[in-house]
């Protein structure tokens, strides 16, 4: 959420701390507000060492400084409220309560300028309040408009409950998008499938709500005669802030519960291709990490990948946390799913592909993390058979970037895995590997 919102909302917070502070007695302003400000810095201060311990921001990607200003500025005005409730007027207990909400909501949409977690605020309403996913259909009305061959003019998305048989991982509802070339036959057509995988903090409907992948699919299908793949919005975290990184570990059997749940339900449940040539992964940011690591461990599942501003290999702080995080000190377990030492051992590939998404924005003075992890993947797999490249557009970090990115490779990623009526065409003119 861009415009006047953010500056209107920061406006009127940093004039109800003014009006909280108010013209209150000497001793107060002496003792108190020092105090009230030493909170302020102290919540900076914690949740700063929060997202750098959780390798939540780096040096390509670092926080905007009026993030943690709204931060100080919310444990200041929780401060005023606290220690200047005695003794004030009812006016100034108001105000002093309204700077709270005011800052935090402040801190939220500079987080949100930050990540562009929710592009618009209906984005951000139908997230918080649960609301259906865009083209949303019930399953039950699904199961009559395909029985009847009634092909609708844009797709339809079912939510899904996968059984947890293979990997016991406990996840949320999952979803899936039917194009409406789906609908035209009873049994459907054995259409090509994607599994799309959201970023570090993530709900399965991200890729639908932030990333705006339905209008992006619905338009695409649209232009190929309602022909597009079958996608399935799946649930790589089990919870909103489990950072799995789509391994087996502590954390959960995130990766198991990927290709032995959620593969398999999509080609027993949709008729959708079983050739690993007829499948496809493409991710975000931890997502995309996600899907170079699916593809290069599962070339017997996947034939293609989208990397959109993923890292190297699977990241939770340093190589020595990320070990005792992700596999419980096991460093065997993390070179088993660190895709470079994969690539190594498999030798070479047959049929697989990949493509690397990187963002340049203004200003950078050289290649980002995730600019550096896609030269060195995509070097490291045309070594090892793998048809790739490294792609490059302007954005920042964050899921408009991510949108734009994937809309920018799906043509490419349809034809390659054999959707009918997409042609297939080759990498653009850039760092191919």
């Given at each position: 959420m861009h415009g006047w919102l953010p500056m209107t909302v920061q406006v009127l917070a940093g004039l109800a701390v003014v009006l909280a502070v108010g013209r209150r007695a000497g001793r107060w302003r002496r003792v108190w507000l020092p105090w009230s400000a030493l909170i302020g810095a102290c919540l900076a201060a914690a949740v700063y060492a929060y997202i750098e311990s959780a390798g939540i921001a780096d040096d390509s990607n670092p926080a905007p400084v009026t993030l943690w200003l709204w931060i100080a500025l919310s444990g200041l005005a929780v401060g005023i409220l606290l220690s200047g409730w005695r003794g004030?007027?009812?006016?100034?207990?108001?105000?002093?309560?309204l700077a709270v909400p005011l800052c935090v909501l402040a801190a939220a949409l500079s987080l949100n300028l930050w990540v562009g977690y929710f592009p618009t605020a209906a984005t951000a309403w139908d997230q918080l309040t649960a609301g259906p996913v865009p083209d949303q259909t019930d399953p039950v009305a699904v199961a009559s408009m395909q029985k009847r061959h009634a092909v609708p003019i844009k797709g339809s998305v079912v939510p899904v409950d996968i059984p947890d048989t293979a990997s016991g991982f406990k996840h949320r509802q999952e979803f899936v998008y039917l194009p409406p070339a789906w609908?035209?036959?009873?049994?459907?057509?054995?259409?090509?499938?994607?599994?799309?995988?959201?970023?570090?903090?993530?709900?399965?409907?991200?890729?639908?709500?932030?990333?705006?992948?339905i209008k992006i699919l619905d338009d695409f299908a649209a232009a190929h005669g309602g022909y597009a793949p079958v996608f399935v919005f799946a649930d790589p975290g089990g919870t909103f802030n489990n950072d799995t990184e789509c391994v087996n570990g502590p954390r959960g059997n995130s990766a198991d519960h990927l290709v032995k749940d959620v593969?398999?339900?999509?080609?027993?449940?949709?008729g959708v291709s079983t050739r690993p040539a007829g499948w496809g992964v493409v991710g975000w940011s931890m997502g995309g990490t996600c899907a170079v690591d699916l593809g290069v461990m599962h070339p017997d599942l996947f034939g293609a990948f989208v990397d959109i501003a993923g890292d190297a290999a699977p990241n939770s702080g340093n190589q020595n946390e990320t070990v005792q995080r992700l596999f419980g000190g096991n460093s065997a377990a993390y070179v088993a799913f660190d895709p470079s030492a994969v690539m190594t051992a498999h030798g070479p590939?047959?049929?697989?592909?990949?493509?690397?998404?990187?963002?340049?924005?203004?200003?950078?003075r050289g290649p980002n993390d995730q600019a550096r992890a896609a030269d060195q993947l995509c070097g490291l797999g045309a070594r090892t058979g793998i048809g790739c490249a490294v792609v490059r557009q302007p954005g920042n970090h964050d899921w408009p970037f991510a949108s734009n990115a994937f809309a920018t490779a799906l043509p490419w990623l349809a034809g390659s895995i054999g959707t009918p009526g997409v042609p297939r065409i080759g990498f653009p003119p850039t760092l191919r590997g």
């Open positions: 004030a007027r009812w006016g100034l207990r108001a105000v002093s309560m609908f035209a036959a009873d049994p459907p057509p054995a259409l090509p499938a994607v599994m799309m995988i959201g970023g570090e903090f993530n709900t399965p409907a991200d890729w639908l709500r932030a990333g705006g992948a593969v398999p339900y999509i080609e027993s449940h949709y590939y047959w049929g697989l592909t990949g493509w690397f998404a990187v963002n340049t924005a203004a200003g950078d």
